[in-house]
């Protein structure tokens, strides 16, 4: 293999469409890119992704000679690819809510088998973040808890499931993302602590991932000044890649760069510089997600820097055989060109995927009640929170969900009600028996919770339920019941809709401390 062959290893690209277009073949065809990340947007259904993932692999190895990692984000909860026909586990933070650790293995083992039936084999995740800043917009429910002993222990739970399947995944956003207040896929955050600092949190539960055999870790476009000097971003950094990741923390597996059309990298410091510098670094597979032509710039930016002799071909060659010793040891069946007839969701996982779910609902204030003959509905859709999130539009909305099964009004709210829309809210909400509002990070959209203090004061028995981030259950009025769901998905809204019946009585724990 020369050496641009192996440069081809070590990128991973993806494709705007529901197949490979013209413009990403030829990046496989003359770039030789051997690996392959997909999106919601290049998903429509369960067999279209085989389909799909047939054709990827199909094209690849005969371009490259190897198989192709074809990654995907499906963490569960807000951060979830696959189609409503496949299984769709929650979240992380949800999981620490059932207070059972190894739940986050079970819903692994799910995700694993789900995703190896439909053709994808390598999962980013789960996320070691501590979330820590309650503000941040991107990891929140997304990690497994604000206490980072807790995010270790339920992490490296979900980190054996995967291992149980023989699937490989990673963990990220190396040093750790979770006390920012930006969004790296629209700005470059900044964490200033010191390695000490890091030592006694960030860096606990990526200790623990390494010490337990993770194959992966992915890094963070956090820019660590007191790590690394220049003003570049963890991704560029050797001195936080090489020395401390591969050197004091002994990591020995691939490090994958967190996509670099994000702003963090595209805007400040170019897509194509952020992925010849991540390689010089010692990233060993960059993401260029989307666009062919930025794979291309690129590619050619590393062929610069290699005849610069600024990446050895020694790092080239070891880096290229890493990759290709895990594909070896995860990609038999792709490899032998054995395939498994894709078989959806099983009746047993998809009922072991509620039970969880079931067991995550909290009940974080007050007491339930029954809705009365004319309850009323209100709150805003699911909306995408950060680039890193599914469409959640797709869903039916939490209020008219409810109103189907329970009577009543319902009004659909935006997601950052201002005066006027409030007191026609208000208005519709003259004479019912009791008031159910959907909350959608709240806690960041001060007009959610601007409407939901002006229906406390009608006075009716009241409830609140936080379809995302929790953190504004601990702003409630007095008396108001608040409840965590934690997404809005259409088997959460079931699982909702059994509680509002009475049904049954929430039994999860809040994995975070809330706070006034």
Known sequence: MDWKMQIGQRIAGGFPGKEMDAEFIRMVKEYKVGNVILFEHNIESMPQIKRLCREIQKLVREETGHSAF?????????????PLDGCSVCGAMAVTATGEAENAGILAGITARELRSAGVNFNLAPDMDVNNNPDNPVIGVRSYSDQAETVAEYGVAAI??????NFPVCVKHFPGHG??????????????KSLEELEKLELIPFRAAIENGIPAVMTS???????EKEK??????R??????LKGKLGFRGMVLSDCMEMDAIKKYYGTENGAAAALEAGVDIVFISHTAALIEKGIRKVYQKVEENKISLESLAESAQKIISYKERYL???CTGQDNEWIGCPKEDRAKEKEIRKKSIVLAAGELFALGKNPFFTGCPGFRATLASSVENRMVHFAEYMKERFGGKAVVSSKDPDRKEIDDILTAAEGADSIVVSTYNAHLQPGQMELVRALAKKGVPMIVTALRNPYELAQLPEGVTGIAAWDNSLMTLEILAEVFRGDWKPTGKMPIRLSV
């Open 239 to 244: 001195h936080i890649i090489t020395d401390i």
């Open 232 to 237: 570049i971003p963890c991704t560029m950094s």
């Open 179 to 192: 006390d920012t207040a930006t969004d790296s896929h629209l700005g470059l955050p900044m964490i200033d």
């Open 221 to 227: 476009h956090i820019l660590f000044p007191q790590l």
């Open 70 to 82: 074809i990654f995907i984000d499906q963490e569960g909860g807000a951060v979830t690819r696959l």
């Open 160 to 165: 054996k499931g995967y291992q149980a399947e």
């Open 332 to 334: 038999k069946e792709e």
